[in-house]
C-alpha cells in the first residue's frame, strides 16, 4: 500500500539542473530501503520555483526540499521516508515556521501560504508540479476531460461561446482579442472543412509560460482545443510547437496517443457524434512564426511568412479554410470556465481584463520562476513579495513586459496594476508573458538595443519598414552606445518608431520599436547622457567606458597585469605610501574594456567611468 509519494519536478528548468539524476537515485534508494511497495515516485511538471530547483516535494507532509543534489537523496530516502524525520537543512525556508527562536523549528507551514505562492491564483498552472503529465489517468481524477463531456452531451456550439464570452477571457498571447469573439466570427462559415490551431511558438527572450503547461499539464491543451472545435465546428486541430522543447514534444505525443486509446480524440467522441483529432507541428524556431498567418503558413509548409489582412484567418486561414488560432495559455483556461462558469472566471481581475495572467519571472529577482497571479495585481507585488525583491542590495529600476514587443515599466510606476488597458495607457503592452526585471546596473540604451537587434534578426524581410527600418533603428543605437551620437539621432529614433509601428505587414514590425520607444519615454536622460556626456551611467557600454587603477590603493600585486589579454597593464615608477610594491597603470589606447583586471582585484583600487 502506497503511503507516501515522491512528486519531483521534469520541467525544461529541474532538468537541466540535473532532476533525471536525482529520480534515479530516489529509485534506487526506495528500492535498496525495500519501501518499493510503499513508496510511489511521480515527476511532474515544473513547480513555479525555478531559482530553487532541483524542487522535491514529499506527501502526505507536504514538505518542499530545494536545491536537491543526487547525494542528498539517501539522507532523504533513510530519514524521511524510512523513520519520519524530516531532513530540515534541506527544507524550503519559507516553509519552516519557528515560534520561538529557542526551540527547534516546525516544519508545518503549507506551501501555498508561504510569500511566493499566497498571492498566486493557480488556474492555467492548477495541474504543474501536482500530476504526473504522462499520465492520463492523473489528469481525468483533476476533473479532466469533464469540461469537454459537458459540452458533447448537454450544450450546443452556439451555449459553449456564449459561455466563453460572458466569461471575458481575451487572447493571453499578446494582442488580448477576446476569445469569445474569435470562436464567433468563425463559427457561422459552413465551409465543408474548418481547423483549430494552438500557437505554442513561444519565442519571446526569457518566455517559458507555456512551455511549462505543455510540460506539466498537455492534457488540458488537448481537451481545450476539442472544445473549440465543437463550438466553431471545426474536425482537425494543429499544434505548432517549437522544435526546441523537447520534453513538451514528447509530453504532447503521449497525451494525444493516449486520448485516442480513451476514445477523447477521433471519431464519436462520448457517443456524440463528434470527430475531432490533432497533429503537431514542430516549428524552426522563428520568432516571426508567433503572428498567427504566418504560423499558419509554416504549418502549410512554406517559409514563415505574414499575409496581408483582411482575409482574416476566420474566412481564410490555414489550408484557406475557417481557422481559429489560440495560444496554450488561453487554451488553458477553457475546462475551467466551462466547468465553473463564467461568472467564476469573471469574478477575478480587473473590468475589462479578467481571470490570471501567468508570467515568466526573470531577470534581476530573487524567485526567479512562473507565477500566476489575478489580473489589476500590482507591479510591486510580483516584485517585491512573490518574486522576493532584488538581490544584492541594488535597486529595482525596470521592468520589461511583452519581451521585444513590449516596454518598460520604471520604478515610479511599479504600482501599476498589471493588466491590458493600464499597460496599454503607459506605453507598454502585456505580450504573452515575459516579465523581465532590471536593476541599477542595467543601462536602458543597451537593453532597447539587446531587444531590438533580436527583432533585426528575426525579421522576415517581407516587408520594407520592418526589414530596413528595424535595421536603420539599430545603426543608430549602434552609434549612440559607441560614443558617437548627436541629439538630433533620438528625434530621428522616434520619427523611425512611428513609421514602423504604421506600416509594417504584421505585429512582429508593428511592435519592434517598442523597448525604444518606451526607454526614450521614461529614460531619456540615459540617451543624453550617451550622446552628450559620452557615458555610460550604469558602466554598461564598453565603448563609452574608462577603467583606472587608484595608485593609492593599489598595493602592487599585479593580479591585474597577469589576467589582462591586451597587455595593457604596466607598473609605474609610483609606489604607495605604506606599499613596498609600485602601482600599476591602465594604456588607454591598448585597453579592450573586458573588466578582467577590476574582477581580479582583490582591494578594489580599479574602477570602471
Not at 508561504?114 to 500530476?131: D, E
Not at 496517443?257 to 464519436?268: D, F, I, P, T
Amino acid at each position: 500500500m502506497i503511503r507516501s509519494q515522491v512528486l519531483i519536478c521534469g520541467g525544461t528548468g529541474c532538468t537541466s539542473s540535473g532532476s533525471p539524476k536525482i529520480r534515479e537515485e530516489f529509485a534506487a534508494q526506495i528500492e535498496r530501503c525495500g519501501l518499493t511497495d510503499e513508496v510511489k515516485i511521480v515527476q511532474t511538471g515544473c513547480f513555479g520555483l525555478c531559482s530553487l530547483g532541483p524542487v522535491v516535494i514529499i506527501y502526505p507532509e507536504g514538505t518542499f526540499y530545494s536545491r536537491i543534489t543526487v547525494e542528498d537523496v539517501k539522507t532523504i530516502v533513510e530519514e524521511h521516508l524510512l523513520k519520519g524525520r524530516i531532513v530540515e537543512k534541506l527544507v524550503y525556508k519559507d516553509t519552516a515556521v519557528t515560534e520561538d527562536e529557542n526551540v527547534k523549528s516546525q516544519i508545518d507551514m503549507a506551501l501555498s501560504d508561504t510569500a511566493f505562492y499566497k498571492p498566486q491564483k493557480r488556474v492555467v498552472l492548477r495541474n504543474c508540479g501536482v500530476i504526473d503529465p504522462e499520465n492520463i489517468d492523473e489528469y481525468i481524477a483533476m476533473d479532466g476531460y469533464q469540461a469537454l463531456g459537458k459540452v458533447l452531451t448537454e450544450m450546443t456550439p452556439e451555449q459553449v461561446i456564449q459561455v466563453i464570452k460572458d466569461s471575458g477571457l481575451r487572447g493571453r498571447g499578446g494582442a488580448g482579442f477576446p476569445t469569445g469573439l474569435k470562436w464567433a466570427l468563425c463559427a457561422p462559415n459552413k465551409a465543408p472543412q474548418k481547423y483549430v490551431v494552438c500557437n505554442a511558438d513561444e519565442g519571446d527572450p526569457g518566455a517559458f509560460m507555456d512551455r511549462s503547461v505543455l510540460e506539466g499539464d498537455p492534457h488540458v491543451v488537448i481537451e481545450a482545443m476539442a472544445i473549440c472545435g465543437y463550438a466553431i465546428g471545426a474536425t482537425k486541430g494543429y499544434i505548432y510547437v517549437r522544435a526546441e522543447y523537447p520534453i513538451a514534444v514528447k509530453r504532447l505525443n503521449i497525451a494525444i496517443e493516449q486520448a485516442r486509446e480513451y476514445g477523447l480524440l477521433g471519431k464519436n467522441i462520448f457517443g456524440s457524434g463528434f470527430d475531432f483529432d490533432l497533429t503537431i507541428r514542430l516549428g524552426a524556431g522563428a520568432f516571426v512564426c508567433g503572428e498567427e498567418t504566418a504560423l499558419m503558413t509554416s504549418i502549410e509548409g512554406n517559409r514563415g511568412e505574414p499575409r496581408p489582412r483582411p482575409p482574416y484567418p476566420a474566412v481564410r486561414g490555414l489550408y484557406n479554410s475557417p481557422t481559429t488560432e489560440n495560444n496554450v495559455e488561453t487554451f488553458a483556461n477553457i475546462p475551467q470556465i466551462i466547468l465553473n462558469g463564467p461568472e467564476w472566471f469573471a469574478s477575478m481581475g480587473t473590468e475589462r481584463s479578467k481571470g490570471t495572467k501567468v508570467f515568466a519571472l526573470g531577470g534581476k529577482i530573487n524567485n526567479t520562476g512562473l507565477v500566476e497571479i489575478p489580473m489589476g495585481t500590482t507591479l510591486r507585488e510580483i516584485i517585491e513579495n512573490i518574486g522576493g525583491g532584488i538581490p544584492g542590495g541594488h535597486k529595482f529600476k525596470a521592468a520589461q513586459t511583452g519581451g521585444p514587443s513590449g516596454g518598460c515599466i520604471p520604478e515610479s510606476l511599479i504600482d501599476t496594476p498589471v493588466d491590458y488597458d493600464n499597460l496599454t495607457a503607459i506605453g507598454c503592452m502585456m505580450g504573452s508573458g515575459g516579465l523581465i526585471v532590471m536593476d541599477d546596473t542595467n543601462c536602458m540604451v543597451d537593453m532597447a538595443k539587446f531587444f531590438l537587434t533580436f527583432t533585426v534578426d528575426e525579421s522576415c524581410g517581407k516587408c520594407t519598414p520592418c526589414r530596413v527600418g528595424t535595421k536603420r533603428m539599430m545603426d543608430i543605437l549602434d552609434k549612440i552606445t559607441s560614443g558617437k551620437g548627436e541629439l538630433e539621432d533620438l528625434d530621428k529614433l522616434e520619427e523611425l518608431a512611428q513609421y514602423i509601428k504604421t506600416n509594417s505587414l504584421c505585429g512582429l514590425g508593428q511592435t519592434a520599436p517598442n523597448p525604444v520607444l518606451a526607454t526614450l519615454k521614461f529614460f531619456r536622460d540615459e540617451y543624453v547622457a550617451h550622446v552628450v556626456e559620452k557615458r555610460c551611467p550604469a558602466g554598461v557600454c564598453k565603448d563609452l567606458l574608462t577603467f583606472t587603477i587608484d595608485k593609492d590603493k593599489c598595493i602592487g600585486c599585479g593580479m591585474c597585469s597577469r589576467n589582462c589579454p591586451a597587455n595593457a597593464i604596466s607598473k609605474t615608477d609610483y609606489t604607495a605610501p605604506g606599499h613596498k610594491l609600485p602601482s600599476y597603470a591602465i594604456d588607454p589606447s591598448k585597453c579592450v574594456k573586458c573588466g578582467a583586471c577590476m574582477s581580479n582585484c582583490r582591494f578594489k583600487a580599479i574602477s570602471k567611468k
